[in-house]
């Protein structure tokens, strides 16, 4: 089974990129003559990995060739891919594997009642691409940009905001693991118009974007700490986790979970005081 362009495009960005960031010692080599570029040669990996040098060479040139889930393991194994970056490889490679739901950007009346019924947790439903569709009054009051801008999507919004007003209160650490989220959706819709559209737009608006996006990290969808700052309470603490949404395949409910005490009042607080300052610059 033989790639489309654009993922053959992508798959070999992906080995490239993985290829450079192993050195030979990882793979018990000498270090060898010096190198003109970092980690291993082409024909290192193809020899650990059991295939030809030419036909790996194809791969990472982006030849309509075929490769095997066995394959596809070997290579992982050799550029020492973790389970979230070795599915990537197989989506890339265009492996047969289990069906994947066809995105959708509608939600039943269900789900905002869902929503509202979160009285003290913020929470949304976000699409496949990061758009949000929906969210309650909790994620209004503590992201109240949402309710002031036309873009709803989190990934335009983390990025097109200067650093002096943004939320984030690890920026540079929430900014990689968004980019590698969402690289992992975009394996699933290469070649897509609105997608490629998308990525365009966004790498011309934020250098930081396009800088990450070329580091072709990936990354799957986990519990994780995120710390943002209020202009009217300050430091909020909250545990994401994200929920698939049987009925709109694609969407996924998204819950903030306040983990400290500290953080909790400070969310209830913005409950009961509405008109609370928001960022005095809207960007």
Known sequence: MTTSAPRRTELA???????SRITPEELGLPPGPRRRTPGLRREEVALHAGV?????????QGRPINASAQVLDAIGRTLRLDSTELRHLYRLAEVPGLPEPEPTAKLEPVVQAVLDDFASFPACVITPRFDVLAWNRPYEALWPRIRTRTEHNLMWLA??????CSSFVNRDEELPALVAAFRTEYGRHLGDPEWERFVTDL???????????????????????????HPAVGEVTLL???FAIAASPGC??????PEDPGSRTRVQWLLDHP????WSHEH
């Open 252 to 257: 996924e409910l998204l819950v903030y979970v």
């Open 203 to 229: 790498s011309d608006a934020s250098e930081d974007f396009a800088r990450l996006w070329r580091m072709q990290d990936v990354a799957c969808h986990a519990t994780r700490q995120k710390r943002h700052r």
């Open 275 to 278: 008109d609370a300052p928001a």
């Open 159 to 164: 990025f097109t905001i200067p650093a002096c």
């Open 52 to 60: 030809g040098v030419t036909w790996y060479t194809w791969l990472e």
């Open 240 to 242: 994401v986790s994200q």
């Open 13 to 19: 960005a992906f080995l490239r990129n993985r290829r």
